[in-house]
């Protein structure tokens, strides 16, 4: 006899994007592979881990930053197309990708993640650096490293602007690896400055104040000069314009601007003030398609945590609606902030609830290895955070990672 479960019709669930919200979906609905069939979608080969990608800048390795999502994929029956999502025809039901790829889908979940905004500033896009994907971390880096080869020197000043977590991050571990850097290539006695600009009064702007204050204090006990409230006005080739002054570098890394991913407007999603993609309680932009993460106007989008949590939720009530079960309605949950500021020291807003220093970092340590668990079996997270701890720590020993 057919049992029930066999009754039931598999659903062709298509989604798209190979960052947290995107693989942990795909991770989560392959559980239940007699309801569905899944396909995941991604432009890149590699899950990229954001969370690192400043240690990849400053010393770190790709494998820190970065895993095949093959390897993820492995196993559990989800099928990977590497592609870039282009349009959409909503009648037959069917997602065009580049290069000449088209996937027909029952559900579709849309986690794209968002791309770099310059917001128009002149000379931004043209002569700064990024630290947004491992090929703007590695650029970085080989930039870091070729200015002493060539110039026999680094540069005398190095600009940040952003003074959001990765600004913050990236500001915090610079000296230290330029310092090694200067080491490696037998220069010394030379003094390097890093400026971080961010155009709010304080850094961490959607954070308590208090929080911002004492990363504040924590980056000028580094040597960061900090210029805040100041707003970037242009870029040249050899200095940062901010509010009237110059600022002379040939370094200077943007790490301010982001903006939803341009798929969204080009088809015609709804738009929310913000810019995010509007979705009703059950993370549904229109009937059958769903967005989750950075792309969705939900009140915590825009972090890891949030990602993972969608994802959940939404494996969870496509699972239920393939039953005929009751689902749930969408409550966002708060992410715990984690922002380190140079070696062992971080700060900590878990509700009301804020630490800073030693304890701060170990606890990133600890968010690390949850997030890795979230996308692999536990001992391959095990090896993936204890590889990225080892290279940590050897950044900021000046070991010998380059």
Same mark, same amino acid.
């Given at each position: ?16 994007? %190979? ?16 309801? $569905? ?6 432009? @890149? ?5 954001? =969370? ?25 029956? +989800?099928? $990977? ?8 025809? @909503? ?7 580049? =290069? ?21 500033? *002149? %000379? ?10 491992? %090929?703007?971390? #590695?650029?970085?880096? @080989? ?15 190095? +600009? ?19 310092? &090694? ?8 006695? @030379? ?41 970037? #006005? ?27 991913? =341009? &798929?969204?407007?080009?088809?015609? $999603?709804?738009?929310? =003030? ?51 079960? *009751? ?12 922002? *380190?500021?140079?070696? /062992? ?33 536990? *001992? ?9 701890? /080892? ?12």
């Amino acid at each position: 006899m057919i049992s029930e479960m066999e009754k039931i019709q598999k659903q062709h669930i298509v989604i798209v994007g %190979g960052g947290f919200g995107g693989v942990k979906t795909a991770l989560e609905l392959a559980k239940h592979h007699q309801l $569905f069939d899944v396909t995941l979608v991604s432009d @890149r080969p590699d899950f990229w881990y954001f =969370p690192t990608l400043y240690h990849t800048a400053t010393g770190g390795t790709r494998a820190q930053s970065s895993i095949p999502i093959a390897s993820l994929l492995k196993n559990t029956g +989800v099928t $990977f197309v590497e592609g870039k999502a282009v349009s959409l025809d @909503r009648a037959t039901k069917t997602l065009v990708l580049s =290069p000449d790829k088209s996937l027909q889908y029952d559900k579709l979940v849309m986690a794209l993640g968002v791309v770099t905004n310059y917001f128009g500033i *002149p %000379g931004l896009q043209e002569f700064s650096y990024g630290v947004k994907s491992i %090929g703007e971390a #590695e650029e970085l880096k @080989r930039h870091l490293h070729q200015q002493v080869v060539d110039e026999g020197k680094p540069d005398l000043n190095y +600009v940040v602007v952003g003074g959001g977590a990765t600004g913050i991050e990236l500001a915090g571990a610079l000296g230290k690896y330029l310092q &090694f850097i200067m080491k490696q290539h037998g220069v010394s006695g @030379r003094r390097v400055h890093i400026d971080l600009v961010e155009g709010n009064k304080h850094l961490m702007p959607r954070m308590p104040k208090s929080v911002g204050i004492a990363i504040e204090r924590r980056l000028r006990r580094l040597g960061v000069t900090l210029y805040l409230g100041k707003a970037v #006005e242009g870029e040249t080739a050899d200095a940062l314009n901010i509010s009237g002054k110059a600022l002379r570098s040939h370094t200077v890394i943007w790490t301010a601007g982001q903006a939803n991913n =341009p &798929f969204f407007t080009d088809n015609n $999603f709804p738009s929310s =003030p913000r810019h995010k993609v509007v979705v009703d309680e059950f993370l549904r932009a229109e009937k059958d398609i769903f967005v989750i993460g950075d792309n969705a106007e939900t009140t915590f989008s825009g972090m890891a945590q949030t990602a993972i949590y969608d994802a959940e939720f939404v494996a969870h009530n496509l699972v239920k609606e393939a039953e005929n079960e *009751p689902k749930l309605a969408y409550r966002p949950k708060k992410p715990v902030y984690v922002t *380190p500021a140079g070696p /062992q020291w971080a700060a900590v807003e878990w509700g009301n609830v804020h630490l800073y220093g030693k304890l701060g970092w170990f606890l990133r340590e600890a968010g690390d290895f949850v997030a890795f668990t979230d996308i692999e079996s536990i *001992p391959h997270a095990a090896m993936q955070w204890a590889h990225a701890l /080892q290279e940590q720590h050897l950044c900021e020993a000046c070991g010998s990672v380059a």
